[in-house]
């Protein structure tokens, strides 16, 4: 049985996952036998796009090792299993009913495997892990929330205790003057007594805000200090910048702000918005309960409409080589979150793109149903993430 939250989980893993650059021991690899034109998008029948979503899924089922986890081969951190697992059981419990229902032996040995993990204390939990358990708990509360018909309601119950309780607040010691209050950071800071460092940030912030706002826990008080930290990771009121977009963490020139910053004389240093990071504050708000057409939602989703691109993460300057190699390593990334908000608004661009999407997703499926990022800036070339990412942005 495997004790405590030994949660091995890169940041590409979910950018629900974008912070982290290459810890652990990679192999090599050579890059995908298809790639997307930038040029012309592919074309693929429905009946295509579901046959590669099938094979993808039986990809993954394939991977599972005999424990129940999903181990990666590629990442020496990551293969005690646990964070791979999770972005795998979310991704299997985003099917379509008629798939799912072929996988609930192995979604249910993978959710068992992450469910030993809650057996122990919470501060000896924070204490073992070397990684990022908020992502994981919200992941995994996701997946239980989706699969409410099998149950799970003392761990469900558990998750979203220990989630809002790592919800950086007064209560913890942080003030609303803090840059990051009212977010939630990467270790799960907050479960233990006092303030927690943690890199907090707009990925793990919406992924825990989704699984919290899609369970009904979030409360007013909650809601109102997260809705406080997404407007400083928004553009949205600056003299200079004001085009709607989000970053990934309010201090501008922190290097995690991976497309840069924006210099005006005169004007406070800004960062500049980028197309993962406004996917996640999107949702992120949506989770909050902020109406469709408040204008931070509105702003956010022009600023999708005017960089409507699949072929590469919009916002990064190309000219940069390091943000070129982001825009490039988050990619798998980005079409999750992209399929997130054509979800959530139906008669948005995303939503329109959403053929396009799924043809360039089948296009760059490997021949043995995975697939893999030839960048390995954001780990997205350990396959069990970018095929797990895939499928997710494959369901309906």
Known sequence: MIRGWHWHLAISLVAMMAACVGCGQRSEIPPPEASQSKTQTPQHSDDQKTQSLRRGVEWLVQQQAADGGWHSATYGQMQGGVGNTALVVYALAQLPDSLRSSVQKPLSRGIDFLVANLEAPAEERLRASADYPTYAMALLLSAMHRLEDRGWPEQQSRLRDELIAAQQRQKQGWTEDDSGFGGWNQTAGGIGDGKQSGNTNISVTCSA?????????????????????LARCQNLGATTTNDGGFFFTPVADDPLNKAGTIETAGAPLRARSYGTTTADGLCALV?????????????????????????????????????????????????AALARVAREFPESRPSKSKSALLAAIVEQQRPDGSWRNACTLMREDDPLIATALAVAAMSP
């Open 209 to 229: 805000l989704q699984a919290l706002g899609a369970t009904g826990t979030l409360n007013d008080d909650a809601t109102s200090a997260a809705l406080k930290f």
């Open 287 to 335: 989770a909050c309960g902020v109406p469709k057409d408040d204008p931070r939602v509105r702003a956010a989703l022009t600023w999708l409409d005017r960089h409507d691109s699949i072929d590469i993460v919009p916002g990064f300057p190309a000219d940069e080589s390091h943000g070129s190699s982001a825009a490039e390593g988050l990619k798998f990334y980005y079409y």
